[in-house]
């Protein structure tokens, strides 16, 4: 079993819906939590950290479960510029210097 | 604002030839990775280094080499490239080495074919 999963997609929305993407993790002692966002061919980029009490960013709704260990984004008002691939991060408390990624979740919006 | 710079773009090798890939960041970060990303895998860390001077083996180290040669760069040796070593490879740095300011920022990345 990976360590990060996440459902690999691809979801395909239109314009304006909202999607829900989410993240489980294996290591209870994972400690920061962030979501990646990579294009097509390009570099993963960080899209925001996930804190314990959920946060917000415009469109962009991270939670975090710790008792259920996943992670949920939420993305309101979908643009075509959203489509992507949404990585799931996670940083064991246990080894300081390393971020498990997930596989992905591929995003696609249609006009 | 450069940020991570990873040279080469493309490289194709032949099976049992060698390189070096090179990485520079000008954000003055203390911790360097190198990780390769292959189709339904994700990310996987193959060396970092938590700061100048020290290096460690992540997930995939295996058939890989690297170097710290200060604080802005990090390279990455392939001694004798095998198939199994195509793929797509990034480098990152991060300003702090846990929690949750172990941001990592990512290079364009290299896509290195071996046959």
């Known amino acids: 079993r990976k360590e990060v999963e996440q459902d690999p997609g691809p979801f395909n929305v239109p314009e304006g819906a909202t999607v829900a993407f989410n993240c489980t993790y294996s290591n209870s002692a994972s400690q920061s939590f962030f979501w990646y966002r990579q294009d097509c061919r390009k570099e993963p980029k960080l899209l925001m950290s996930v804190y314990s009490s959920g946060n917000e960013d415009g469109r962009f709704t991270a939670q975090l479960n710790r008792a259920s260990q996943y992670i949920s984004l939420l993305i309101r008002d979908s643009k075509l510029s959203d489509s992507a691939t949404y990585l799931c991060?996670?940083?064991?408390?246990?080894?300081?210097?390393?971020?498990?990624f997930g596989s992905g979740t591929r995003l696609l919006v249609r006009p | 604002n450069a940020g991570v710079t990873q040279t080469p773009k493309f490289q194709v090798l032949k099976t049992g030839q060698s390189m070096t890939l090179q990485c520079a960041q000008d954000?003055?970060?203390?911790?360097m990775y190198w990780y390769r990303q292959d189709p339904g895998m994700g990310l996987r860390l193959i060396y970092y280094?938590?700061?100048?001077?020290?290096?460690d083996k992540g997930e995939v180290p295996n058939g890989y080499n690297v170097s710290r040669l200060n604080k802005r760069e990090f390279s990455l040796r392939l001694e004798s490239a095998a198939p199994s070593q195509t793929s797509v490879y990034f480098c990152a740095s991060s300003a702090a080495a846990g929690g949750e300011k172990n941001i990592q920022y990512f290079g364009a990345g290299t896509r290195l074919s071996v046959l």
């Open positions: 991060v996670v940083n064991r408390k246990d080894s300081s210097y390393k971020l498990i």
């Open positions: 954000m003055n970060h203390n911790s």
């Open positions: 280094s938590a700061s100048e001077g020290t290096t």
